[in-house]
């Protein structure tokens, strides 16, 4: 059974880069059938997909936190991991991490942990 | 980047009765549409995609519509453990995949 699992500092001083880390087992991240992501959900609102890695490299990003966001993934370890520079309040949220099917829906999460960045 | 707007906010029903959850993207995404439901402290779970396909485990009682523009999620009588937040995302354009902003049902 795929289960996922982020990893990470809950807190985050601002200005500084949030590092996250997912696990992933009972399953391989170098499939070609998926994609692997990253959705966060600040307090109490909405969810906001950040962006997403395939096996090979190929990343795809939030254009509103492109410039700010990285992914990458490691299929030695099959893991996969985010970073988040130049962090404000306003990121912090409950961070997930997904698989995503080719076309984009999500099947599987991660249970979340949450970055609080003070203000 | 594609819009989604979900109606209403908030829906109050009395277990048993039927929900249903609208969901309107600002462009035509076809059949490319997914609803997830999300408990409090839980992640998100995939209840329905392509619009109307309910995913693996998912009761009969949920159903989907749809397509183009205006979709729509039936909850036909609702359970206790139904009552929770729903989100409607689309994957017809992305990056970026966007979800709409929820629609929680509650206990009248």
Same mark, same amino acid.
């Given at each position: 059974q795929l289960q996922l699992q982020e990893s990470g500092p809950g807190l985050v001083k601002p200005s500084e880069t949030l590092s996250l880390t997912c696990t992933v087992s +009972? +399953? !391989?991240? !170098? !499939?070609? !059938?998926y994609y692997w992501g990253w959705i966060r959900q600040p307090p109490g609102k909405g969810l906001e997909w950040i962006g997403n890695i395939y096996y090979s490299g190929t990343t795809y990003y939030n254009p509103s936190l492109k410039s700010r966001v990285t992914i990458s993934v490691d299929t030695s370890k099959n893991q996969f991991s985010l970073k988040m520079s130049s962090v404000t309040a306003a990121d912090t949220a409950m961070y997930y991490c997904a698989r995503h099917e080719a076309t984009g829906t999500t099947a599987h999460w991660g249970q979340g942990t949450l970055v609080t960045v003070p203000s | 980047e594609i819009g989604m707007t979900q109606s209403p906010a908030t829906l109050s029903v009395s277990p048993g009765e039927r929900a249903t959850l609208s969901c309107r993207a600002t462009q035509n995404v076809g059949s490319n549409l997914a609803w997830y439901q999300q408990k409090p402290g839980q992640a998100p779970r995939l209840l329905i995609y392509d619009a109307s396909t309910r995913a693996t485990g998912i009761p009969a009682r949920f159903s989907g519509s749809g397509s183009g523009t205006d979709f729509t999620l039936i909850i036909s009588s609702l359970q206790s453990e139904d009552f929770a937040v729903y989100y409607c995302q689309q994957y017809s354009n992305w990056p970026p995949i966007t979800f709409g902003g929820g629609s929680k049902v509650e206990i009248k």
């Open positions: +009972g +399953g !391989s991240i !170098s !499939s070609n !059938s | -």
